[in-house]
């Protein structure tokens, strides 16, 4: 399994309330992601990653932002955390040069904004 | 940009029966194609990928796709399910090329086998 870890795995926070997210890698790939998994959605990019202080928006990135400031670390926060914003929050890497091609996902982050 | 369907958004099989799971995408240049599973409370993980070569791939665990270029679509399919093959599947899509390190996902399908 490729090294990616994801923290915390379960928040509860309240309307308005800053939340940060983390994801964690040992692979030491180039691009990382964070999506949002809502029923009926599936998965939706909110920000990626292309290298150290490289962001770029996805599809859903209002109300997010993200820091790079590590290879093995990309962050989320939600700076004033909605209902709307609850949701399973996955991380992404992954390696192009090595010619995989495929994305390796974390385990989630359940959040719940009350 | 690309747009990927899934047209099933739940399949319910009985256990050793057939299964095909649907997937459309939109554009016609060349891409990489992709199958991903989710079993309940964890991350997607990679089922099978084609790149290039032979049209039709494998997985480990008796699934099979098939890339068909000219109907844009690269369906999955397994000749007998397991109870444990019970999960969401996500069918995403690449562009080769500039920019082909954004997927586009399909909103999945729910395989639910039944004993």
């Known amino acids: 399994d490729a090294g990616i870890t994801q923290s915390p795995r379960h928040k509860v926070t309240e309307t308005g309330t800053p939340v940060t997210l983390r994801c964690h890698q040992t692979e030491n790939h180039r691009y990382m992601y964070w999506y949002r998994q809502d029923p009926g959605h599936g998965l939706r990019l909110i920000h990626y990653s292309y290298g150290v202080k490289d962001t770029d928006k996805g599809e859903v990135s209002d109300g997010y932002s993200v820091s790079r400031s590590k290879t093995e670390d990309f962050l989320l926060t939600l700076e004033s955390a909605t209902s709307s914003q609850t949701s399973v929050y996955f991380c992404?890497?992954?390696?192009?040069?090595?010619?995989?091609?495929?994305?390796?996902f974390g385990p989630g982050t359940r959040l719940t904004v009350t | 940009a690309q747009s990927v369907t899934q047209l099933d958004s739940q399949v319910p099989v009985f256990e050793e029966a057939p299964v095909e799971l649907r997937c459309n995408y939109s554009?016609?240049?060349?891409?990489?194609l992709f199958w991903y599973v989710q079993y309940p409370n964890q991350g997607l993980q990679l089922l099978l990928k084609?790149?290039?070569?032979?049209?039709l791939v494998e997985s480990i665990n008796g699934f099979e796709a098939e890339f068909n270029k000219s109907q844009t679509s690269f369906h999955l399919r397994k000749p007998s399910v397991h109870i444990s093959d019970t999960a969401e599947y996500f069918c995403a899509v690449s562009d080769r090329g500039g920019g082909s390190y954004i997927p586009t996902f399909g909103r999945g399908t729910s395989l639910i086998v039944h004993p």
């Open positions: 084609y790149l290039s070569g032979s049209t």
């Open positions: 992404a890497i992954s390696d192009w040069s090595s010619g995989s091609y495929e994305q390796y």
């Open positions: 554009s016609s240049v060349s891409v990489y």
